[in-house]
C-alpha cells in the first residue's frame, strides 16, 4: 500500500491575520496511481486572493511497512 500525505498551509497575511495547517492522508494501491495524486495537487501551487489570503498544499507518497509496531 502507498499513502499520500498532504499538507495543506493557510495563512491571512493581512495585518494582524492567522494561520491553519491540516494534515491528509490517502491510501492507494500502487505507487504509480499515488504519484500521479501528488502530481496533480503539486501542479496546483500556491494562491494568493485580493484579500491577502494564502495556501499551499504539499504531498508525498510514502509505501508502509508491511509490519506493524515499527516506528
Known amino acids: 500500500m502507498w499513502t499520500l500525505v498532504l499538507f495543506t498551509m493557510l495563512a491571512n497575511t493581512a495585518a494582524g491575520g492567522g494561520a491553519q495547517s491540516t494534515v491528509t492522508v490517502l491510501e492507494f494501491n500502487s505507487e504509480a496511481a499515488c504519484t500521479s495524486a501528488a ?20 504531498g508525498k507518497c510514502i509505501q508502509r511497512s508491511s509490519v506493524r509496531g515499527r516506528f
Request: glycine letters at 4%.
Open 39 to 58: 502530481k496533480s495537487l503539486a501542479e496546483q501551487g500556491a494562491y494568493m486572493n485580493e484579500t491577502s489570503i494564502y495556501y499551499r498544499i504539499f
